[in-house]
């Protein structure tokens, strides 16, 4: 195994407790009752999945009770899979077949919550990307297209004034969008080039440095979303280091960054050992080998 070792993979319970965490904070925003109320609404995509009472989903027989894990049923013995989905938070009942359109579901929304945040933070913003789009696609633009949008503006905003850190965390929300997607090709890009940026050690007054102390060096959740979308992509070792110098090279380029991708990838070998050695919280998981 090289450097990206499968290690880091997320229970479903997990993904499902961070969605209804960041739903809480997406609801603390500054603009309190006063905000116009979202032209969007999560129940456009939201669907009554599964059945939600002890009934076998593949052949409708009664069931003694309510399964709470996954479970053959003892009549036709399909495998019932015990999920919560995101119309109601209601554990329901699903066909193996139904699982991935389940995620799917908690992906989007995950995406809504993120797209509900962009409109608290600025709405104006949002209401005319929307109305923009809408117009130019000649009906109502999808909430996942304004966010691409917005998003994409932000970044070329922050690029024209050298804001190099908000730009880094632009990137970073467009990789984590993709992924929600299920674009993994596309996702990867935009992860390695936030890593590569993270190791150049950007700032918010044009410059990069990547001479500041290690521990300022980049997150270790970088290199935790490259592992989750290397696995759900099936994406080896060997194609993200490719990805990564190939890919970045033209970002060198195009942003005369001081360390070359290869300069970059060498470094973040170095840390990555550096912090799984000593420990560092958060990259307890990681496995270099
Ligand atoms: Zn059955």
């Known amino acids: 195994m090289g450097l990206f070792k499968k290690i880091f993979q997320k229970s479903k319970q997990d993904e499902i407790q961070i969605t209804v965490t960041s739903s809480k904070i997406a609801h603390l925003g500054d603009y309190g009752e006063d905000l116009p109320p979202l032209n969007y609404d999560e129940s456009e995509f939201l669907t009554e999945i599964g059945n939600t009472e002890p009934v076998c989903p593949y052949c409708n027989a009664e069931l003694e009770k309510f399964p709470q894990r996954k479970k053959k049923c003892p009549n036709c013995g399909n495998p019932i899979y015990s999920r919560s989905r ?103 890009n935009f992860m390695l080039e936030t890593l590569y940026l993270d190791l150049n050690g950007p700032d918010n007054h044009g410059h990069f440095n990547p001479n500041r102390p290690n521990e300022e060096l980049f997150a270790p959740g970088i290199l935790q979303d490259i592992q989750k979308i290397a696995s759900k992509g099936d994406f080896s070792d060997t194609k993200i280091a490719e990805s990564f110098i190939l890919h970045n090279t033209t970002i060198y380029k195009a942003l005369k960054l001081p360390l070359s991708p290869e300069e970059a990838w060498k470094q973040q070998q170095i840390l990555t050992e550096m912090r799984v050695n000593e420990e560092y919280p958060g990259l307890v998981y990681l496995n270099h080998n």
């Open 86 to 188: 995101p119309l109601d938070r209601k554990k329901t009942l699903i066909r193996e077949d139904e699982v991935s359109e389940l995620e799917k579901e908690w992906s989007k929304l995950r995406l809504f919550r993120e797209f509900e945040l962009e409109y608290r933070t600025d709405p104006d913003c949002i209401t005319k990307t929307a109305g923009k789009l809408s117009e130019k696609f000649g009906y109502k633009a999808a909430f996942n297209d304004v966010l691409w949008s917005v998003y994409s503006k932000q970044r070329a905003k922050y690029a024209s004034k050298g804001y190099w850190g908000y730009y880094r965390n632009s990137t970073m929300k467009m990789g984590q969008m993709l992924s929600n997607e299920g674009k993994y090709d596309q996702s990867l």
